[in-house]
């Protein structure tokens, strides 16, 4: 069974970084796309960035230059490197995974359909204030 745990969130101003963690267990970083996903409050979910087993990685525009998502398979880890927050980055972040994407359906999930991922995490809150 997969399960995804994150850690990290928090409360900072805007400018600051925080790095997001997510330990994965039950799935191999052999198979499909990793991302990380995000819900503001009264707003749909999003994705924010992707990573498949190829290497390749996916960003949504806003967040270009200044999220960085990794893996770690040796620690069945993904994280999220945020630097330069701003207030609109406020959001509740998820991990997610799924083993059935190519690397253009992984592109398409994190940026266009975040329904197409199967795994989930519960989410780790992120705050940003002015």
């Known amino acids: 069974q997969v399960q995804l745990v994150e850690s990290g969130g928090g409360s900072v101003q805007s400018e600051e970084s925080l790095r997001l963690s997510c330990i994965v267990s039950?799935?191999?970083?052999?198979?499909?796309?990793l991302g990380w996903f995000r819900q503001a409050p009264g707003k749909e979910r999003e994705g924010v960035a992707g990573?498949?087993?190829?290497?390749?990685?996916y960003y949504t525009d806003s967040v270009k230059d200044r999220f960085t998502i990794s893996q770690d398979s040796a620690k069945n880890t993904l994280y999220l490197q945020m630097n330069n927050l701003k207030p609109e980055d406020t959001a509740m972040y998820y991990c997610a995974a799924t083993s059935r994407a190519g690397a253009d359906e992984c592109a398409w999930f994190v940026t266009r359909e975040y329904q197409g991922m199967d795994y989930w995490g519960k989410g780790t809150l992120v705050l940003v204030s002015t």
């Open positions: 039950g799935y191999t970083f052999r198979r499909g796309c």
């Open positions: 990573i498949h087993v190829d290497g390749s990685t």
